[in-house]
């Protein structure tokens, strides 16, 4: 009897694993930019005092982009991740992002707010604990300003994976030597690759999901890639992208040259522009490139490490 008990006790917690498992796979798959981006069509003309299903996962992204944080309630993650109310932050928090991207400041999810949520972007933050951070209407920096130190001009860089991709390691390198170039031109920065992983001031690599780092990544789409602030020097791609080096992009594909010259920015302390055409514009189109320096960039940059 007591065997068939144990036996059954076993069998019970296996089962509630394998539940909780598929539980878990199912909401990292929620945020999947493909489920987001049919999510926000259903979500279409909706406005403060509704409760719609899938508003949650709009909130869920204006908190993930520094516009929403619900630091008066009790339980911010459940406000986040669980509450299909519209209410007045979040409210407030879509017209900050409108007014961010120079879309028509509605505070409703309409069209063009939504068509601008479902493009491919970077996973930095726009803004800093519910701030904007601009020292300037276009370019900005991160808060406080935080940059390499004076003494710190010649930045090493090493690369290191934990997920396969078809980019070759000879691509990437390619790829980050022309990136940083286009930094270096313009500012008085020097880049050097090193096989010592370990003293490299910079490490850039391609990773899937939750790769460890606090900063998990969304499968194909939504987030691309995300870099770290001065001086902790991460750069890393998300695994699951159609990543190309090819001038000749096909629809599906996202040129990584583009969207590494934007991370190298973040690496260098830049935040982003509001500007559509500069490199450190948050968005990138699937088919398109965009790998050249814009005034914007160069006067961020420029400005950023002036006086020193």
């Excluded at 498992?21 to 489920?35: E, L």
């Excluded at 770290?228 to 001038?247: K, Y």
């Excluded at 583009?258 to 260098?268: D, F, K, N, R, Y």
């Amino acid at each position: 009897m007591a065997k068939s008990l144990l036996y059954l006790s076993k069998a019970f917690l296996l089962l509630l694993f394998q539940l909780l498992v598929i539980q878990s796979a199912s909401f990292t798959n929620a945020r999947g930019s493909p489920q987001f981006s049919k999510s926000l069509k259903d979500l279409e003309g909706s406005q403060k005092g509704q409760r719609v299903q899938g508003i949650h996962e709009v909130k869920h992204y204006l908190n993930k982009f520094g516009y929403l944080n619900y630091e008066d309630s009790n339980n911010v993650k459940l406000h986040v991740e669980h509450d299909d109310e519209f209410d007045e932050a979040f409210e407030l928090a879509l017209k900050t992002y409108q007014k961010y991207y120079h879309l028509k400041v509605t505070g409703k999810l309409d069209s063009d707010t939504i068509k601008q949520m479902a493009l491919p972007r970077c996973g930095v933050a726009d803004v800093i604990n519910g701030n904007l951070e601009h020292e300037h209407p276009q370019y900005a920096f991160f808060g406080n300003q935080i940059k390499w130190p004076s003494s710190k001009r010649h930045l090493t860089y090493a690369f290191e994976s934990s997920a396969q991709v078809d980019i070759s390691l000879e691509e990437l390198r390619s790829t980050c030597e022309s990136a940083f170039k286009k930094w270096s031109e313009v500012s008085d920065f020097t880049f050097e690759e090193t096989d010592q992983k370990l003293n490299a001031d910079l490490v850039i690599g391609f990773h899937r999901l939750d790769h460890g780092d606090g900063n998990s990544f969304d499968g194909p789409s939504g987030v691309l890639a995300h870099a770290f602030v001065p001086t902790n020097g991460r750069l890393h791609f998300d695994a699951d992208e159609d990543w190309s080096t090819s001038l000749n992009l096909t629809q599906s594909e996202t040129d990584l040259v583009s969207v590494a010259t934007h991370e190298i920015g973040h690496l260098l302390g830049l935040a982003h522009s509001q500007f559509e055409d500069a490199i450190m514009y948050a968005y990138f189109a699937s088919g398109v490139t965009k790998r050249d320096l814009n005034q914007d960039d160069i006067e961020g940059i420029r400005a950023l490490y002036a006086n020193e």
